[in-house]
């Protein structure tokens, strides 16, 4: 909440809220995420669930590429969504009829219903303390419900680190452990091509792509 708290206060973010920090990084980095999901297969009828969806960096591009209904947003807050979908085209938004679930345990059931193909979870890793991340694993899991698979980007370092207030690194081990222990196997690999649309460009931006260990 102490995010919300210093958009009320009219701070500008990267990624969050009305006012953003830089609008021409926010929209080249959003396509340049979407373009890699491309190349990871991503088509029109994919079904996609946009786990930490801030105020659409990618999503307002999976929602333009995806058939209707074929998206669903989820976050801690349905504020930064809604802040995102604003600024959409209303016709789009009416056509692709975009949903929203919060980050919460409804909302999971309410993902794994979608059922969908793909989980994308871009910068929310970073924000996550080692002992909040087997509740990230255990909702992937659940939302995946052993198909389907996760793209999700994470900062790289030799041991769980707290580099500032609201970021940490992690090591691929520890993800690695954290992912077995709800049934996902866990592939990493350096994200050379999105150094240059990361707000934190320090060489360390890795993926990790999370499937079914059953699939």
């Known amino acids: 909440r102490s995010v919300e708290r210093k958009l ?3 701070r500008d973010h990267w990624t969050l809220g009305a006012r953003l920090r830089d609008e021409r990084w926010f ?3 959003g396509r340049a995420t979407y373009e890699l999901l491309q190349k990871e297969g991503l088509a029109a009828d994919t079904r996609c669930v946009d786990y930490g969806c801030g105020s659409l960096r990618v999503g307002r591009h999976l929602i333009e590429a995806l ?3 074929g998206y669903l947003a989820m976050d801690l807050s349905s504020r930064f969504y809604r802040e995102g979908i604003a600024q959409l085209d209303p016709e789009l938004v009416s ?3 975009p949903a929203y679930a919060d980050i919460d345990e409804s909302g999971v059931e309410r993902a794994r219903e979608f ?3 793909l989980l994308v979870c871009v910068g929310v890793l970073l924000h996550l303390s080692e002992h909040e991340l087997p509740g990230f694993f ?3 899991a659940g939302i995946l419900a ?3 698979r996760a793209w999700v980007t994470f900062k790289e370092g ?4 707290r580099t500032s207030d609201l970021s940490w690194t992690h090591t691929r081990e520890l993800l690695r452990t954290r992912a077995a222990e709800v049934g996902l196997g866990a592939e990493f690999e350096e994200l050379a091509a999105l150094e240059a649309w990361t707000a934190y460009d320090d060489g360390d931006l890795r993926l990790m792509r999370l499937s079914p260990t059953s699939a």
């Not at 030799?158 to 680190?161: G, K």
């Open 8 to 10: 009320d206060a009219g």
């Open 27 to 29: 929209e080249e980095s």
């Open 67 to 69: 058939a209707p209904g």
């Open 95 to 97: 056509d692709r009829r």
């Open 115 to 117: 059922a969908p193909d």
């Open 138 to 140: 255990r909702n992937v």
């Open 146 to 148: 052993g198909k389907g």
């Open 158 to 161: 030799p041991a769980t680190s």
